[in-house]
């Protein structure tokens, strides 16, 4: 499997603190957030909470909130030192200390627990600030062992798009399709799978966890697979029928479809991902649906993808990113339409030079359950 | 991740179970002078607000402000699409958002005119929440309100007892099922099989480790094939509720099952842990053992403590207890306790274990 260039992610995390004068970078993870400490030290978290810290001369420490976790942490990681426990603030402290750092900036500083906040502002003539953002603007470009890991994903969630169809038959509850996606994507080896779905008629007006109900025959099935491969994310959105679809679940799958498609011709460096965003959003104006592109009725347009499943920038119509070669994002025009309820389709993809393509291979289409 | 059952069944949970632990709540908040209290939760950490509310998130973070008096109102990072499953799944009905958690809850406090304000687990509330509240809110008076949250969960009622117990069938009839098939599979395709078999039985979510060989230490599945000397552990939640098991992958030794039994016996709040693992170290049946207490009630797994003191009554734990036996193999037992008057009992019988 790719392995991370460490060498390479050290001297781009050195060149985020040369430009924001930092003097070392110290990442902060809560379990719900692991990629910020994944991508300044390389390991996957268990707990509550983990840190990572670059200091000044490119040496790299990792702090796991268990003792008896350390030595898996040192397995995982680049770090050259690991700490776990009671002793991690001691130590974090220690460091800082020993090597003269007067300001760290604080990657997931506005997640960071108050009790870790406080304890970092009472080690003596240490400054510390936000390097949130900072670390956000790198990440958006991937180096091309990350791009690497994220196609893996993109197969794993391929691979799990198809058991979502083998399971998806009359009367089997949503939480036991689910099930069956989840066991696929593991198989597949997926560290992790954010998955929402929903099924029914006119009267889905969103994506969710799973419930109780049974699918039944005409059904609208819809769900976001994204399975997690060595700490890449990779999304697939797809819609499917249980049986045979109406026409009116044709004609609304076919807005969403042209939506996805106006979005991977403009895509290319140098637009930004407003007109991205714009561009899906046409194809639902000119059918006479553009109220259904407002927020009343759908969150965003897509979003970027990598070490979290839901990166900056989201595809929003007033977001003026520049789009860049190596940039990876979900274009999805996802959202409700009174033709058929709500609806998703998007893939995984990858800004290039002369455009983008696809990470996965997944057809293009409205897939059908034989129910 | 939550992407198994998140549901709310009044049968089983009852809408006047949660407007007890609700009228419960006011009363020590009333006691302690306090006009409001923040909860925070977010994907990982649910189970405050949910205790309070049922509101589970499948992502991301919100903050309950619940009122001595009046209705609640969640500040949600969800978008408002969903707003009608939250209303669906919980007693929550007013929702609020804002590009700025904190700011929209600092907002809100202040169209609540609260003064008193008890902020639930201060210690471990996001810095950019409370840095938002700090400045929002120079005229409140924050404080840290812990202790009403371990007050309120105190007090063990039926119905969550009950959704402890179906979290804890989960994970060992799901273990049992295909305990039997993981030696010989790499760690993925083991995980695959306990993953189908929790969440077909309904799992919320779930955390596998995996101690692939006699010698490793349980962790994140991964390529190495599975030995039937390696040892599994499984949290599972289910709407809400974790619960942690730990089982060898082979057949359990009897003398060491029996030295679990004697540290469940043994294991008392307010008791030093150190102690117990001297004790058990004395009882001869296991080599270098090693004994981990979790705390789940606040609904994360994996939640070591480094002491038995001041856990309340109504916390469920999880108790490991590891090992080398006589043989030379690596054993390892958990399961989940139930903190009672001056001891803690499994929450299963042994012959549902």
């Not at chain 2, 010989?184 to 979510?205: H, I, N, P």
Request: hydrophobic fraction near 40%.
């Amino acid at each position: 499997m790719t392995a991370i260039n460490t060498q390479r992610r050290v001297q781009r995390l050195q060149s985020v603190m040369s430009k924001t004068g930092d003097d070392a970078l110290l990442a902060f993870s809560p379990n719900w957030r692991r990629d910020h400490v994944r991508f300044l030290a390389g390991f996957n978290m268990i707990g509550n909470w983990a840190f990572a810290l670059l200091l000044p001369g490119g040496e790299v420490a990792a702090f796991a909130e268990h003792s008896w976790d350390r030595e898996r942490v040192t397995r995982e990681s680049w770090a050259l030192e690991v700490y776990g426990g009671p002793e991690v603030l001691p130590a974090l402290a220690a460091l800082l200390g020993r090597a003269r750092v007067r300001t760290v900036g604080v990657v997931g500083l506005e997640l960071m627990e108050a009790r870790f906040v406080e304890a970092l502002m009472r080690v003596p003539n240490l400054k510390i600030r936000a390097a949130t953002k900072a670390v956000e603007v790198l990440r958006r470009t991937k180096e091309p062992e990350e791009i690497e890991l994220m196609r893996a994903a993109a197969r794993v969630a391929d691979l799990g798009f198809q058991a979502l169809i083998r399971a998806s038959r009359v009367g089997m509850p949503e939480y036991e399709v689910a099930a069956e996606v989840e066991a696929a994507v593991r198989a597949g080896g997926a560290e992790d799978n954010f998955m929402l779905m929903a099924s029914g008629g006119t009267e889905v007006t969103a994506m969710r966890a799973p419930g109780t109900r049974r699918l039944r025959r005409s059904d609208v099935v819809i769900s976001e697979v994204t399975p997690q491969i060595r700490g890449y994310y990779a999304q697939i959105c797809r819609t499917l029928i249980v049986g045979e679809p109406s026409p009116a679940q044709e004609k609304s799958f076919d807005i969403f479809l042209r939506a996805q498609q106006a979005a991977l011709d403009v895509l290319r460096p140098g637009v930004t991902i407003a007109e991205v965003a714009q561009a899906q959003n046409r194809v639902f104006e000119s059918e006479g649906f553009g109220e259904y592109t407002t927020r009343r009725y759908t969150r965003v347009r897509g979003h970027c993808l990598g070490l979290h499943f839901d990166e900056n920038p989201l595809v929003l119509e007033d977001d003026p990113t520049v789009a860049q070669v190596g940039m990876t994002l979900i274009a999805h025009p996802n959202t409700y339409l009174p033709l058929a309820g709500y609806m998703v389709f998007g893939d995984p993809l990858l800004v290039t030079e002369n455009g983008c393509v696809r990470l996965n291979s997944t057809d293009r289409r409205l897939f059908v359950a034989e129910g | 991740m939550k992407r198994g059952l998140i549901e709310w069944d009044r049968q089983e949970l009852p809408p006047d179970v949660l407007a007890g632990r609700q009228a419960r709540c006011r009363n020590l908040m009333a006691a302690r002078g306090l006009d409001g209290l923040l909860v925070y939760t977010d994907v990982w950490r649910s189970g405050q607000v949910r205790y309070l509310t049922n509101f589970i998130p499948y992502w991301n973070q919100g903050v309950l402000l619940f009122p001595r008096e009046g209705e609640p109102v969640l500040a949600a990072g969800l978008s408002a699409r969903v707003y009608p499953w939250i209303r669906e799944t919980s007693t929550v009905t007013t929702i609020v958002s804002g590009p700025s958690l904190g700011q929209e809850v600092a907002t809100q406090v202040k169209k609540l005119s609260w003064r008193h304000v008890g902020i639930g687990e201060r210690d471990t509330m996001p810095h950019g929440i409370l840095n938002a509240l700090a400045e929002g809110l120079p005229d409140c008076e924050l404080v840290d309100a812990t202790d009403v949250l371990d007050g309120l969960r105190s007090e063990v009622d039926d119905a969550g007892l009950a959704l402890y117990r179906k979290a804890t069938e989960i994970a060992t009839q799901g273990f049992a099922e295909v305990s039997a098939d993981l030696p010989g599979k790499t760690g993925w395709q083991a995980a695959s099989l306990l993953e189908r078999a929790l969440r077909r039985r309904a799992a919320t979510d779930t955390v596998i480790l995996l101690a692939p060989h006699a010698q490793d230490w349980p962790a994140y599945p991964g390529d190495k094939t599975v030995t039937s000397g390696g040892v599994a552990l499984v949290a599972v939640e289910y709407k809400g509720h974790w619960v942690e098991i730990g089982r060898p992958l082979a057949n359990g030794n009897p003398a060491v099952r029996a030295e679990y039994a004697r540290a469940v016996e043994m294991l008392r709040p307010g008791a030093s842990l150190q102690s117990l693992r001297n004790e058990i170290g004395r009882g001869g049946s296991l080599r270098d053992p090693t004994l981990i207490v979790s705390a789940t009630h606040r609904s994360f797994p994996f939640t070591q403590l480094d002491s038995l003191a001041g856990l309340p009554r109504g916390t469920v734990i999880a108790l490991h207890l590891s090992g080398t036996d006589q043989k030379g193999a690596r054993w390892w037992w958990g399961d989940p306790l139930l903190v009672e008057e001056g001891r803690a009992r499994p929450l299963l019988p042994e012959r549902e274990r």
